[in-house]
């Protein structure tokens, strides 16, 4: 056991852990979080876990470091670089102990450690060293298992050679690690009985509006409110593609504030071949939105999850079904399955529609001049009356009579509108992620 004079026994530790974990609620990320963070108040080093994502292929990582928080932070900074926030590719060791089931004990060198690591993980160490003169680091991982799977790692990292580690550490290492594998499976059957609930009420959601209404595109907004009222999806929007393949436009939104609405973008923003894999749509549709998302006016939505649906009519995609997250989010593929049926279902929306277009055009009365134009590109872009006077160095309220002026003889409804009817009659340029 570890030393009793320094720190608490292997079987303290256990119990300790215990009786945080019962306490978790039925989230992964609270888990592993309330895990490491415990952990590396009892027993010092940087604690981190790893937990397999859906797609195998990929893991979210929680890391904690109560006394050396340097440490713990660049340790997620480097996962960051590698992957994303919270997010890495199982490879590595974490992939060696999962693979074999066998726990993982011993000192290593750091510039072996650094060789143990991908190309691009290496290049990043090398060029950001850790806090602190490192020479070695001991390392403890082992497998996180329930049921007779394993789910993924628990791993102590130590590089200030605070206590010699020791095969004999496994095990209340181990005995930690498959209960929080059992708080993790516990939180993954209660989120897919969140889901099962959600699928019953979507699918009555949309047989009550096919039964009782007439208006695909009240119908797209019902399908849409249904989605963004999931626990694990802050906005959703159905872009559909013009019939000319000019542009996409957004037909239903469910963002919670106005950024996104009335957005048109170019046709180099077309969503990829029907016949492309899910992975492969999903990180090209990714980089689209991602893109989008970079524009001065969505900045402040703060998305770092965007998952998008294909709406296939037949063998042709008529547009996607996308949606959002504040935080990151690996959906399983039950949950998968069910936004693909809701996709299903807008598409059968769109493909019994008598109306020529479910994007809705109106007329401008008025053009405006290069000066208005100006005003139009900054407002669509998310600025205020008193930014756009500070750019264009006028007064706020010269910019408010223009935009007074503007909504005048175009007869818009109001700003948001003001700018959908700037970009129809082509005034301004759909915004662009450069």
């Not at 060198?109 to 290496?122: G, I, N, V, Y």
């Not at 009365?365 to 100006?374: H, V």
Request: charged share 25%; aromatic share 6%; hydrophobic share 45%.
């Amino acid at each position: 056991m570890l030393a009793m004079s320094r720190y608490l026994t292997g079987l303290e530790l256990v119990a300790a852990a215990n009786v945080e974990l019962a306490r978790a609620p039925a989230d992964i990320d609270a888990v592993l979080t309330l895990a490491t963070s415990t952990l590396s108040r009892l027993r010092p080093g940087t604690w981190v876990a790893v937990v397999m994502n859906p797609d195998v292929s990929t893991s979210r990582v929680v890391v904690a470091d109560d006394r050396d928080q340097a440490m713990a932070q660049y340790v997620k900074d480097y996962v960051a670089t590698i992957d994303g926030p919270g997010r890495v590719p199982t490879i590595g060791l974490s992939q060696q102990v999962i693979e074999s089931g066998i726990p993982l004990i011993k000192k290593v060198d750091f510039d072996d450690l650094l060789k143990m690591l991908s190309p691009a993980a290496e290049a990043y160490c090398r060029a950001n060293p850790p806090p602190g003169p490192i020479s070695s680091i001991d390392i403890a991982i082992v497998p996180m298992r329930v049921g007779g799977a394993t789910l993924g790692t628990l791993g102590l990292l130590d590089a200030r050679s605070r206590d010699d580690l020791a095969e004999r550490d496994a095990d209340w290492m181990q005995i930690v690690a498959d209960r929080i594998a059992l708080s993790v499976d516990y939180a993954r059957l209660f989120t897919r009985a969140i889901v099962s609930a959600a699928v019953i009420d979507v699918v009555r959601t949309f047989a009550l509006a096919y039964r009782h209404g007439d208006d695909p595109q009240l119908m797209l907004a019902a399908m849409v409110e249904r989605v963004t009222a999931q626990p694990d999806v802050d906005a959703a929007d159905i872009v559909l593609l013009e019939k000319d393949g000019s542009e996409l436009v957004i037909a239903a939104t469910g963002f919670r504030s106005a950024q996104l609405r009335n957005l048109r973008v170019s046709p180099r923003w077309a969503p990829p071949e029907h016949h492309a894999t899910r992975r492969d749509f999903n990180r090209r549709l990714s980089a689209r939105m991602n893109g989008i998302t970079r524009l001065p006016r969505l900045a402040r939505e703060g998305f770092k999850t965007v998952m998008g649906i294909p709406l296939l009519r037949g063998a042709r995609m008529v547009g996607t079904l996308n949606l959002y997250s504040r935080t990151l989010v690996e959906w399983d593929e039950e949950r998968i399955q069910f936004f693909e049926a809701v996709g299903s279902l807008v598409a059968t929306t769109i493909g019994t529609s008598t109306r020529p277009n479910l994007v809705t055009r109106r007329t401008c009365r008025a053009a405006l001049n290069e000066f208005d134009s100006e005003i139009l590109r900054l407002i669509s872009e998310g600025y205020t009356n008193k930014e756009i006077a500070t750019q264009l160095h006028r007064s706020a309220s010269a910019i408010k009579y223009h935009v007074r002026r503007m909504l005048e003889n175009t007869e818009a409804a109001n700003r948001t509108d003001l700018v959908r009817c700037a970009l129809q009659e082509g005034w301004i340029s759909p915004p662009t992620d450069g």
